[in-house]
């Protein structure tokens, strides 16, 4: 399961999913989106606004649930996450978006084997970001070579529109990064 799927990280990531064979849930807010994370290789696109999708999800896999989870949104999913994550699942946090606070039930945690993991590159130390990037070149980027992985970029603003690039991205209406151009 893959949030935020339209944006810059998570179009990523399903491209990344489908290419290592995946079966990929996304979630996006709009008609629009749904059908541009299918696109690139959603097998199930999920409107968050108007579905539960951890209902959607148990559904599909027939009360099994998804192995791992992107999660972008934090503590306001944590309990749609527990009820769809499958069995030793991975709930993997890279943003906190709706909150950074959840009450986890410790026993469930136990039981059902879950394991969550924080994952940021900001604060890690510089021998891990230089693994992380000789391990991308080694197994992503000759996917991106050949045309299975691409870039997805929404629109790009020069710096004077700077303003209009955030209103962009607030209003939650891309698909792809949003690029600042600095300078010709």
Same mark, same amino acid.
């Given at each position: 399961?893959?949030?935020?799927?339209?944006?810059?990280?998570?179009?990523?990531?399903?491209?990344?999913?489908?290419?290592?064979?995946?079966?990929?849930?996304?979630?996006a807010?709009?008609?629009?989106?749904?059908?541009?994370?299918?696109?690139?290789?959603?097998?199930?696109?999920?409107?968050?606004?108007?579905?539960?999708?951890?209902?959607?999800?148990?559904k599909?896999?027939?009360g *099994?649930?998804?192995? /791992? #989870?992107?999660?972008?949104? @934090? !503590?306001?999913?944590?309990?749609?996450?527990?009820?769809? +994550?499958?069995?030793? *699942?991975?709930?993997? /946090? #890279?943003?906190?978006?709706? @909150? !950074?606070?959840?009450?986890?039930?410790?026993?469930?945690? +136990?039981?059902?084997?879950?394991?969550?993991?924080?994952?940021?590159?900001?604060t890690?130390?510089?021998?891990?970001?230089?693994?992380?990037?000789?391990r991308?070149?080694?197994?992503?980027?000759?996917?991106?070579n050949?045309?299975?992985?691409?870039?997805?970029?929404?629109?790009?603003?020069?710096?004077?529109?700077?303003?209009?690039?955030?209103?962009?991205m607030?209003?939650?209406?891309?698909?792809?990064?949003?690029?600042?151009?600095?300078?010709?």
């Open positions: 399961m893959i949030h935020a799927a339209a944006g810059g990280v998570g179009s990523a990531a399903v491209q990344l999913a489908r290419v290592r064979g995946a079966s990929i849930f996304a979630t807010g709009s008609e629009q989106k749904l059908k541009f994370v299918e696109s690139l290789g959603a097998k199930c696109a999920i409107n968050y606004r108007t579905s539960d999708f951890a209902d959607v999800v148990l599909k896999t027939n *099994g649930g998804v192995h /791992v #989870v992107l999660d972008f949104i @934090g !503590a306001s999913y944590w309990e749609q996450h527990a009820r769809c +994550l499958a069995d030793a *699942g991975r709930c993997v /946090v #890279v943003g906190v978006m709706g @909150g !950074a606070q959840a009450n986890v039930n410790f026993g469930q945690l +136990l039981f059902r084997r879950y394991r969550i993991l924080g994952l940021v590159m900001r890690r130390p510089l021998i891990d970001k230089i693994a992380m990037t000789r991308f070149i080694r197994e992503s980027l000759p996917h991106v050949s045309g299975h992985l691409k870039p997805v970029i929404d629109e790009v603003f020069s710096l004077e529109c700077v303003s209009d690039a955030h209103r962009r607030e209003g939650n209406l891309n698909s792809g990064k949003i690029i600042l151009k600095v300078r010709d």
